[in-house]
């Protein structure tokens, strides 16, 4: 790069992220590659995020710096990370200007951000739509000339709007020399491909998750996991995102048996607070786990946690994936022996199917935004040979699908054949994987022996028709 060449330091989290206050998941990594970065790059621009800087022990350092020295700095505060607004705190000590508060739109913010100017988007949990990212690429190039433009800017930290006159520091000569020469061993490890970059482990571990490489995607996690344990010093940071992508890579690589793959990644996630955590993607992995563990033939100990955390799940978020398998689980209950009692069986019965009629409800929300989206995109006379609305189209189809089989299997359950057979069709008519189909064929022949063994419980008998 050339030296005048400016930098921009983009403070946020990164990986899939829960913001807490609205149970919502939200891909970080899609905000930065899709929102920010590009901008950026278009610009001419240095950027640069912490999971960037290449770990040769100097990770705080080279973060330190950069909250001193970028020319800018984008601080991201979706989910309301904590290790972003402490960096943004940071920022704010010690720039008077040139600094950028973005977050998605439904942030509920902290009361002491209230003052601040935050420039929001729109995130639709794991993508961005493509209208919305060139809406926001081009308030983000007007925010970054502002920034880079005005002598001075204006300030945008309230602690030197409110302490006036406040002087921000200055490194001393001498120090600034030895940071330097750091600074330099740091980038010629990163130039020769010595030391890799958190972002780059993690990349090519999702990547190995896409081709359902699960040993080479395990691999690589527990090296991100590692690194991430090699810059914390007190050893007292876990990262949620990276803790959950290993688990699920452990119990799909199923070695060196299936069981055994299974208990390692309950171990993983134990770490992350099973018992209290308000995480959904925590909470669906363990319930997830734990089902397979019982079909497994495991215990029954393992089926009443695959509820537990399917019902925490369920209440979190009300989401059509948490629903339909919460209503798998009451009909495995009537086929155990935790609870002994006909009522008991018949109310799980019973509960089953409204559970399976809020599924349907859900996903005729989750269908209608999807289309709500797609009437946005039709407007659109650029669509020709464009990979990000292509993309955004292909993100569409895969909602579709999986949308369309979490409602038949609902329709099944509930005995609506016909409807069961014509929504079927209609995911089989999508683009899709072999092995989505197959997943969900498999589920229903499950559901389609529990019913058939327990059907007659109910005031309705349950009959499978042809």
Known sequence: ???????????????????????????LNKSYQYLIKPVLEKKGWECIRADEIPNTGMIDLQM??????????????????????????????????????????????????????????????????????????????????????HTPPPSDSPVYTFISNLIPPKIQSHIDRMISSAKTTVDAAADDGSVKTLALICDEAEEALKAKKFNEAKTLFNAALALKKSADKNNICIDPYIIQRLTLATYKAREP??????????????????????????????????KKLYENGQGEEH????????????????????????????????????????????????????????????????WAEIEKREAGETVRTDTAGNADIQKQKDY??????WILVNKAEAYFGLGRFDEYRQTVAQAQAIEHADWMMQSFREQVDKLQVLLEKHGSLLEEPWVYKE
């Open 396 to 401: 569409n189809n895969e909602q579709k699908f």
């Open 64 to 149: 330190y710096l950069e909250l001193l020295q970028a020319d800018v700095v984008i601080a991201d505060l979706s989910t309301t990370n904590a290790n972003a607004v402490y960096e943004l705190g940071i920022r704010h000590a010690l720039r008077p200007f040139t600094t950028i508060v973005i977050a998605e739109d439904k942030l509920v913010y902290p009361f002491d951000l209230n003052h601040i100017a935050i420039t929001k988007y729109t995130h639709l949990g794991d993508s961005i739509d493509y209208g919305e990212a060139e809406r926001f690429h081009s308030v983000l190039d007007e925010l970054l000339d502002a920034a880079a433009n």
């Open 257 to 290: 048996d299936t069981v055994t793959a299974l208990n390692d990644a309950l171990e993983l996630l134990s770490q992350l607070n099973l018992d209290h955590t308000n995480d959904p993607e925590t909470v669906a992995l363990a319930g997830s786990i734990e």
């Open 303 to 366: 089926l009443k946690n695959a509820i537990l955390y399917n019902e925490r799940g369920y209440f979190l978020l009300n989401n059509r994936y948490n629903a339909i398998n919460l209503a798998y689980t009451f009909n495995c209950r009537v086929d155990s022996n935790l609870y002994a009692k006909k009522e008991d069986k018949i109310a799980d019965m019973v509960f089953a199917n409204r559970v399976r009629q809020r599924v349907l409800f859900i996903c005729n929300n989750d």
């Open 1 to 27: 790069m050339a030296a005048n060449t400016k930098r921009c330091f983009v403070v946020m989290g990164f990986g899939v992220k829960t913001d807490y206050t609205t149970g919502r998941k939200l891909d």
